[in-house]
């Protein structure tokens, strides 16, 4: 019995041990990453105050995606700063010398006496695949801090190499120098705000002023010579381009700028219709961006009006809308509708593109299922430049300018079995076709079926005799009890056009010749009124 004891004891003492030992194997690191994370936050904190007071746009990383070498102490580096602005980078240890020592690039400068401005060297990390300006080999090869960048022109030079420079220590901006403000003229607005304060201290933040105030720096500038380049969705071209509208009631029309798209948003239809793609990750990097600013064609690009007057309220004034790609009641509008609900509760869920086109997906599963736009045929009419057009039992209805839908869907053309004239983006012409259902919809973007074509017309009118319905135009959905909707030529917009590449892998032949060529003839003769299909 004693030994029975003994090898119990000695059991739980060995079950003691490897309790306490695993606890200890799990506590301690968990104890470990708190105090890293609290650390890490109180380091982020004082390098937040550090940042706030420094002339470099100072930025953390734990990671450098490319070999880099501290420009203080020519280490290399893996974890440290650099600075967005002139590209010095320094490890943790050295960002304060950093910071002190080396000159961030001004912004704000006098110009030397001849009206020249100076190059400003950034000795090491030197882009990849850069060349010398004087020797033309390849720069920053070496596994070391070496050779020059200038922060203005972007030019690169060996180290025994600079003093061999043509233009001495003359900067002329580089590539993209019709892109840069210089910084003496900068200095020159800062003298002249200090004597007329009211008229040049005035900074453009577009999440506080409509973007209408900052076009006004178009009038400062030689007509014709403005390019915007739009970084969103639709919905902000079409924001920007009724703040050029604006412009043109002021009598500005001779300064109105050209308009380029980054397609940043969801569908991104009218960014496609222009030969920017269907949506932009970084996988281009930013000179190319510019260098397809400088290079893309100017072509004119149609716009709507949308006057919905509802039935019984003719005392009220009908709301009228701007529209640059379509506008869609039926299905289309119901998904756009409940995603647009949907965001306005929870804003942070909608990231992503990804999550963005899947809860559209959620949303056509559902009206699959449910069919709240049956028997639209009975409850609307339609007229094609005043002539009345008999509807098949549809459940939606789209009116379309450009040459995509649905997000990256070319409507009109459909699967390209039948003959029909392409879209044009300048003809005064809208493509009108009718859709069975959200799993028509989803057919009609796999290319399994084409739309029913109602025809083209230069105005188009709707009337909605009965219940609500969804409706949208660029994707700015709402629920309209009856009424009578109205589309008419509105105005045309100045828009960039890049036919360099392709942008529907799937459609090579379609895009060349139905939107490379089309936007830069001279409008076609207008055939008639409306083209039945």
Same mark, same amino acid.
């Given at each position: 019995m004693e030994g029975d004891e003994g090898n119990r004891d000695q059991s739980s003492r060995e079950e003691w041990t490897l309790l306490f030992w695993t606890t200890l194997a799990v506590v301690v690191p968990v104890i470990i990453t708190l105090w890293c994370s609290v650390q890490r936050s109180k380091r982020k904190i004082h390098m937040k105050d550090f940042f706030r007071k420094s002339k470099h746009g100072w930025h953390c990383t734990d990671l450098f995606n490319k070999p880099t070498y501290c420009c203080v102490c020519q280490q290399h580096i893996l974890q440290g700063a650099f600075c967005d602005c002139c590209g010095v980078c320094a490890d943790e240890t050295c960002l304060r010398r950093a910071d002190r020592s080396l000159v961030c690039k001004e912004i704000m400068a006098p110009s030397q006496t001849d009206g020249t401005l100076e190059h400003h060297w950034v000795r090491g990390n030197v882009p990849l695949c850069s060349v010398c300006a004087v020797c033309k080999e390849q720069c920053g090869n070496q596994p070391k801090l070496c050779d020059f960048r200038c922060v203005w022109c972007q030019t690169t030079v060996h180290d025994d190499c600079k003093p061999s420079l043509s233009d001495g220590e003359r900067c002329e901006l580089g590539e993209f120098r019709s892109l840069i403000i210089p910084p003496h003229y900068l200095h020159l607005v800062n003298k002249l705000r200090r004597r007329h304060p009211d008229e040049y201290s005035k900074v453009f933040d577009l999440s506080e002023l409509p973007p209408s105030k900052a076009l006004q720096l178009c009038t400062l500038l030689p007509p014709g010579s403005v390019r915007v380049l739009v970084c969103g969705g639709d919905g902000t071209v079409g924001w920007v381009l009724d703040a050029i509208d604006t412009m043109k009631l002021k009598g500005q029309d001779q300064f109105i700028p050209r308009v380029m798209i980054l397609p940043l948003g969801t569908g991104n239809d009218l960014s496609n219709s222009l030969g920017w793609g269907s949506g932009y990750a970084g996988e281009i990097p930013v000179e190319q961006v510019l260098r397809n600013l400088l290079e893309a064609e100017v072509v004119k690009m149609d716009r709507w009006k949308v006057q919905v007057a509802s039935k019984g309220l003719?005392?009220?004034k009908p709301k009228v809308l701007s529209m640059n790609n379509y506008f869609s009641v039926g299905p289309d509008a119901l998904m756009a509708l409940n995603f647009h609900t949907h965001r306005e509760k929870t804003p942070s869920f909608f990231s992503s593109r990804i999550i963005n086109k899947a809860v559209y997906f959620m949303y056509g599963t559902k009206d699959c299922l449910v069919q709240e736009c049956k028997d639209l045929d009975k409850r609307i009419e339609l007229e094609l430049d005043g002539e009345r057009v008999a509807l098949p039992?549809?459940? %939606?209805?789209?009116?379309?300018?450009?040459?995509?839908w649905g997000g990256g869907c070319r409507l009109w053309e459909g699967m390209g079995d039948e003959p029909y004239p392409p879209t044009r983006l300048d003809?005064?012409?809208?493509?009108?076709?009718?859709?069975? %259902?959200s799993f028509h919809c989803a057919q009609i973007q796999v290319k399994m079926a084409n739309p029913v074509r109602l025809g083209q017309a230069h105005t188009v009118r709707l009337v909605l005799k009965t219940s609500r319905m969804p409706m949208q135009v660029d994707g700015e959905p709402w629920a309209q009890g009856p009424c009578t909707i109205t589309i008419t030529h509105k105005t045309e917009a100045f828009m960039l056009y890049h036919s360099a590449e392709q942008t529907d892998d799937d459609d090579e032949s379609s895009i060349s010749e139905a939107e490379s060529s089309a936007p830069h003839d001279s409008p076609k003769p207008a055939g008639p009124a409306s083209a039945r299909a």
């Open positions: 003719y005392f009220r039992s549809l459940e %939606g209805i789209i009116v379309c300018n450009i040459g995509y003809d005064g012409l809208l493509e009108v076709v009718g859709v069975f %259902g």
